[in-house]
């Protein structure tokens, strides 16, 4: 493959009058694309855009299919191996105040880790999914927060034909977003959402049975820990971005995401980076200890302390952190790696978290994509040790994870990295809605309580999609 020597060129338009939604639905509305946006304070001051990927990877079952414009590759082994080395033709320096310039962005499903490690293959794939999906994005529509400005950016070569092409293709964009006959609407929400039927995957019964099974193991001593989840199915006719409009009014989170990858759409809030890369710095934020949020601010204090005096969640916290600071190790320099903040509670809508900050700086040799493969799935979805908690999730639930419990984020052509895990998020289609959630099962968990904890989680997802749990 020929390598080419990218450079950003951007264009700046004004951008008070102007919102990230108003901006999708003007420049992508139905077509693929994509929307990522943050309401942690220090990543929300941009929002990114994009639609019209140069190409769409997707990987099942070790075969992995790149589409180009053009060109079509199917290539054999390893899914992250074969994005490496397409993204390794590109060279580009970021030199701008931007976290993410282009490069990849998608979902990873949780079921990748077979390319890397010999877990069974016993549960039926309900979702039918790939286990990877990117849309390569060299063409990005940026809203800066802090400066009220919309970024319009196109990577292309240094050389006059290159000027040339970004020139035209900025001016396409700028086209779109003004000529677009959006009205208010188009934007207004029905308040009123309409009540759905909740199906889940197993029932309360099965599930505590399943809890009881997977102590049984951890008191023969094959694990210290397991994570087991269930899925929930709701009918919906409501736009999948009206559902993510929703969700980030009612559950604002450090990660927000919306894909539509076409015949199916990801919609998410997540909480929780799975590992993120910048500079050479490795960063990873394991989150486990959970209670439902207070009726007001007295009552949050009362059961924050309540959590961080429960031991069974400090320990299930510390074994997670251990993991975690275990991940990073195998890719990081030696005596790099440090917790840089240790068990404070986190508020989010509908529960709080206990969560640390663990960071690396990662080896030379390493790439994000080792990097990744070295800390998918996340301990906080998967358990300790890994690989047996693996192993006794694949027998004790019934269905193939898909999204859940894997990553959303993008691989930078700069080298840098940003995922999230895939949890508080939806997969929609077909009209129907999939959301699924875990806990953390240890000696003494109490069966009623984990299940009870898998519903929490999930309610403010639930809610959206006007089921009712109850």
Known sequence: MKNSNLIPYTKILSGDIETPITLFKKYVGEEVGFLLESYDSESKRFSFIGKRPSAIIKSKNYETEIME???????????????????????????????FIGGAVGAIA???????????????????????????AKELVIYDHF???????????????????????????????????????????????????????TTKKS????????????????????????????????HPFTLYRRLRELNPSQYLFYFNFGDYKVVGSSPEMLVKVQ?????????????????NLKEDERLAEELLSDEKEKAEHVMLVDLARNDVGRISKIGSVK???????????????????????????????????????????????????????????????????????YFGFDGN????????????????????????????SISEKEYEECENK?????KILGGDME
């Open 417 to 444: 990295m940003d995922m999230c895990i895939a949890i508080r998020m939806m997969v929609i289609k077909d009209n129907k809605a999939f959301v699924q959630a875990g806990a953390g099962i240890v000696a003494d």
């Open 110 to 136: 949780y079921d990748i880790i077979r390319q890397y490690e010999r877990i069974p293959e016993e549960n039926i794939d309900k979702l039918v999914l790939p286990d990877l999906h990117l849309m390569v």
């Open 458 to 462: 999930a309610k403010a997802i639930i």
């Open 69 to 99: 414009e053009d060109n079509i590759m199917v290539l054999k082994g390893k899914a992250l191996d074969q994005v490496r080395d397409y993204l390794s033709k590109y060279n580009i320096k970021n030199n701008t105040n931007y976290s």
């Open 207 to 238: 599930f505590m049975e399943m809890v009881e099974k997977a102590k049984k193991y951890i008191y023969e001593g094959d694990i210290f820990q397991v994570v087991l989840s269930q899925r929930w199915e709701v009918e919906t006719k409501e």
């Open 279 to 295: 500079n050479d710095q490795v960063f990873t934020c394991p989150i486990a200890g959970t209670r439902k949020r207070g009726k």
């Open 147 to 201: 400066h009220n400005q919309i970024v319009l950016m196109v990577l292309e070569e240094e050389e006059e034909k290159g000027r040339e092409e970004a020139e035209r293709k900025l001016n396409l964009m700028e086209e779109e977003i003004k000529n677009s006959n959006l009205s208010f609407n188009d934007l207004t929400i029905n308040e009123e959402v309409k009540k759905n039927k909740v199906k889940g995957n």
């Open 339 to 409: 917790v840089t903040e240790f068990m404070k509670v986190k508020n989010y809508s509908h529960v709080m978290h206990i969560v640390s900050m663990v960071e690396g700086e990662k080896e030379k040799s390493k790439s994000s994509f080792d990097i990744l493969s070295s800390i998918l799935p996340a301990g906080t979805l998967s358990g300790a040790p890994k690989i047996r908690a693996m192993e006794i999730i694949e027998e004790l639930e019934k269905e193939k994870r898909g999204i859940y419990g894997g990553a959303v984020g």
